[in-house]
């Protein structure tokens, strides 16, 4: 009965007529309630590789007495709707959502752990006064939107290489995402709306009066030191009174492998942070 | 020699492959890991690494032929 129950429970969250579907795994019983967690998807193919290390992560999570929320954004996944209707804004009042359905069922403050672009989605809704977030968790987090959509572009370039086809550049890509609505990019309706949000998302600006504790993961094949905009971020952070926990764990990197893969020592490491950020913090509740 | 072992470490761990890989290796076509997601990574990887741009003109398959071939393209830019 146990295992079924750390399994999680799948369902639809209703909101703003949208069906999201969300995979709740709820907190061990036998062990004392730690708090909430409200995991925020990485994006497009990456978000659909990393699907089982998310929800191994959660299981682990939810054995120490966590419950975990795992989301699709709307138009991906199993939620409603299709990538070509989807916007960032849509999706950050989605996720607004998620988070305080979460707040209301855990009775506390929620952990925000984001994933690649999620990290981004996770630091919006932490700025936000009201969503009241002192700890995050990112991983790998993307620092710059408009790098991360044009690699992103980069994949139509790259596949149009590949299969011999008329050799596109990201410029023109770009222009035509000003010109036209729509871009399809390796199987997604990209909309020009989506495409300016994401690009006018930077870590940089990011502000919070709430936001306490960070841990960084970093996981890599092979480890070496973080790029120059990681560390200057972290450093300005630091500067401003936020605990950020760094580690660099070896693994791969599973939302971009062409297999699934797993890293396990990424799980261990997160678990690990989060039981001695709890054992530390008397104040919030179940903590 | 010092580039063509960086280099063939970066391919190692963003193909998550550990068969070994000489100058004389085809990656494109030879290499099943090597799908149009892995390419992205693996520019991204080296300009982050070797502090280096890659202009949409220059990608092309014949950079991604062999191993020595991507050696040789880096080399031009660093």
Known sequence: MVVTFLSGTPFFLEHSSRRLFVLLVDANLDVAFKGAILHLPAFGEEMNKSRAMVVSQARALAHEGYTVLVPDYFGTGDSAGDFSEASWDVWLEDMRYCLSWLQGKAEGTVTLWGLRLGALMALELASEAAANISKLVLWNPVLHGERYMLQFLRLRLVNSMMYGETKEKVADLKERLNQESMLEVAGYELSSVMFQEIASLKAKTFESKSVKQVLWMDVAPTIKSLAIPAQSLIDQWLAKGINVDVAQVAGPQFWATQEVSRAEELIEATTHWLNAACSEDVESVGC | ?78
């Open chain 2, 1 to 78: 020699m010092a580039l063509t072992n960086k280099i063939v470490v970066l391919l190692q761990d963003v193909l998550q492959i550990s068969q070994p890989l000489t100058e004389d290796s085809t990656l494109l076509g030879g290499v099943p890991e090597f799908d149009s997601m892995a390419v992205v990574s693996i520019l991204t990887e080296l300009e982050e690494s070797f502090g280096i741009m890659v202009d949409d003109d220059e990608i092309d398959a014949s950079i991604f032929e062999t191993v020595g071939a991507l050696v040789s393209f880096v080399e031009g830019k660093i």
